[in-house]
């Protein structure tokens, strides 16, 4: 009789899947005519810097990526000083790569009141796609 207990299925790391949502907004930034630049490793609170030839100024931009929804964000990116941030919703697929990737655009303020936050979880939780669905290739809210 064995007294062993069945295996956890070991989780996969989420960084390349991030990093995979950052180099397609990237690249999607730049074939669009944006100049777009990633930002150093761990920067808090934006991913990408990006903005018009002629912009003097670069927009912060924070990238989510999953291969299936939910997204998993913190709460504080929607708190007032973040409200006016964009963040990009990156749903990759899974590996086999048999659809497009698809970008939802959003300002966070627009979503803030869809995170869903488990009843334990004081900082983090959940946004939906139904959530950010209406935002999907908003791509001329960078143009603004």
Known sequence: MSDSKPQKKKRKSGIPTGNAGEYFVMGEMLRRGFDAQLADRNTKDYDI???LPADRVLKNLQVKTVRSAPWYVKAA???D???DQLTIFVLLGDETAQKPVRYFITRNSEVAGHV?????W???GFMPLNAVREYENRW???AE
């Open 77 to 79: 990116i929607y708190s």
């Open 116 to 120: 869903h936050h488990p009843q334990t």
């Open 122 to 124: 004081k900082k983090n």
């Open 140 to 142: 001329e809210i960078f």
């Open 81 to 83: 000083e973040l409200a």
């Open 49 to 51: 810097l990006v903005g």
